[in-house]
C-alpha cells in the first residue's frame, strides 16, 4: 500500500495565540500547541499498515485469537475452566475459553495462550491440556494449513503426532495425519477462525525477525517523519510535538527481543530538528515494560497487562525516565516527560500508579528542575484520583485523552446514533464539564495530550467537521497546560483542508479507519 503522506493541523484564530517563550521555565503566556508523531516510534498498524504486509503468514501475528471447530464433533476446542485444566471439545459456540492467543516462534510453530493465561501443551499420557505458566518445548505446536482452504488446518505437536479430537471430553494428540487428507471424518481437521488481532510493535518486529525487522524499522524511522515535518508544523502555527515512545529506546542499540535498535538515533533527529525550528517536545513514554493496557500502542504481545504487578517492572520503568531526562535534560527544546501513557483502571491499580509516578517525577527532577512531568489520567478510572497527589508535585501536570467515538472499548456505545448537533453539545457541555472537573487553581496544570476531529457521525459534511474541530479547539484551548492532537501522518486520504481567513483549520475529513467497518484501538 503506498503511504500517502497526511498532515494535518491547527492555525487557530488569534484568541487561542499565545506568545512563544523558548526555554522551560514556568511562563502563564505559553500553552502547548502540538501535534503527537503517532507511529513513528512506537508501531500502530491502522497508521501505516503497509509495514506488516511483507510479514510471512502475517494472519499469524503474536496476540491474534484463534478459534478450532472440529471437523467431526462440530464443536470448538475450548481451555476448561479457562485454564489449569484439559483442553475439550464441546462448545458450540466460541468466546473466551474457546480462543487461543498466538505466541509467535516462527511463521508456523507457536505457542498457544488460553483466557487463564496457562499454555495449550501435551502431558506425559499424550492428552491436551493447559497448566503450564511459561511455554517450553510440549507446549510449541505447528500449525499445518490446508493449501486448498487456509481456514482448514492441522495442529502438530513436538511429539510428532496431530491434536486429534476422540470425544467431546478428550483430546489427544497421537494422530499420524494418515493420508493426509481433509475430509470431515477425519478428527485431526478443525476449521480455523481468527478473532482479534495487534499490530503494534512486538508484532511487527517478532514477526519479520531480527535481520528484516532492523531493515524494515530503520527505514521506517528515516522516512516516516523527517525535518521538513517539523519545518511543516512550525510554520503553520503550532509550537510543540508529543512523541511517542517505547521502553526498549532506553536499551538502543541492542534493545531486547524482538525489539530492534536504531529509534534512539530517531528521537535524536527529532531534537535536533525541534531545536532548529525552535518547537517544544514532550517525550511521552507511550509503551511500559509489560504493556499498561491491552492494545497495540503499548507494544502488547497478547492483550494481557503485565505492567505495575512487581516492584521490579516498575523500577524498570523509571530507569527508562531516568535515561531519557538524562539524555536531553539540557537540550531547551525538552518541555515535558509523560511517564506512562494511559494505564488501564482496575488491571493497573491507583496505588501502582501513584508509586511509579512518585519515582517517575524524582528521576525527572534528579536532572531538570524545570521539565514539566505529566502524569496521564488512568482509562476507566475517577478523573480527578490523582488531584491531590499531584498538587503537591511542582511543575505536575495532568493529561487527560478525550474522544467522541473510542467508547465501545469500554461496553459503552453512547456515541453510536449521536447527530452532528449531538456531537457538538456533549463537547460543548460534557467534555467542557470534564475538563473543569480536572482544572484546579492551585497550579496544577491540565493537558489534553490526544484528541482528534472525528466522530461516529456518518455523512457528514466538511462544515461538519469544522464544527466539530472547532467546537474541541475551543473547550481544550482551556486546558492549563494545552493540548496535541493524535496524529500527524496516517495512509489515509480522508483529510481536508478547510480555510477560513484568519482562522484555518486541516481537519480530518471522513472516517479513514471506519471506510471497511474495521473499528481502531484506543491511542
Known sequence: MKLLVVRYLFIISSCYIFNFSYGRNLNPNFRVKAVNLGGWLVTEGWIKPSLFDAIPNNDFLDGTGLQFKSVTEGKYLCAELGGGNIIVANR????????????????????????????????????????????????????????????RVRIKSTNGFFLQVKTEELVTADHSGGNGGWGDDDPSVFIMKTSGRLEGEFQITNGYGPIMASQVMREHWRTFIVEEDFSFIKSNGLNAVRIPVGWWIASDPTPPKPYVGGSLNALDNAFLWARTYELKVIIDLHAAPGSQNPWEHSANRDGTIEWGKTDDIIQQTVEVIDFLTARYAKNPSLYAVELINEPLAPEV???????????????????????????????????TELLTFASGLKGSVIDVHYYNFFSRIFDNSIFDNMSVQQNLEFVNTNRSAELNTVTQSNGLLTFVGEWVAEWEVRDATKEDYQKFAQAQLEVFGRATFGWAYWTLKNVNNHWSEIDEGSSNVMIEYGAPWSKNGDFPQHD
Not at 505458566?133 to 500449525?143: A, L, Q, R, V
Request: glycine share 6%.
Open 349 to 383: 491499580t491507583l496505588d501502582m500508579v501513584k508509586k511509579y509516578y512518585q519515582a517517575g517525577y524524582n528521576a525527572v527532577r534528579k536532572h531538570s528542575s524545570t521539565a514539566y512531568v505529566v502524569m496521564s489520567n488512568r482509562l476507566s478510572s475517577d478523573p
Open 92 to 151: 458450540t459456540a466460541a468466546s473466551g475459553w474457546e480462543t487461543f492467543k498466538i505466541w509467535r516462534i516462527n511463521s508456523t510453530i507457536f505457542n498457544f495462550r488460553v483466557f487463564n493465561k496457562e499454555f495449550v501443551g501435551v502431558d506425559g499420557s499424550g492428552n491436551v491440556v493447559a497448566v503450564e505458566n511459561k511455554p517450553g518445548f510440549s507446549e510449541t505446536f505447528e500449525i499445518v494449513r490446508n493449501s486448498d482452504d487456509p481456514s
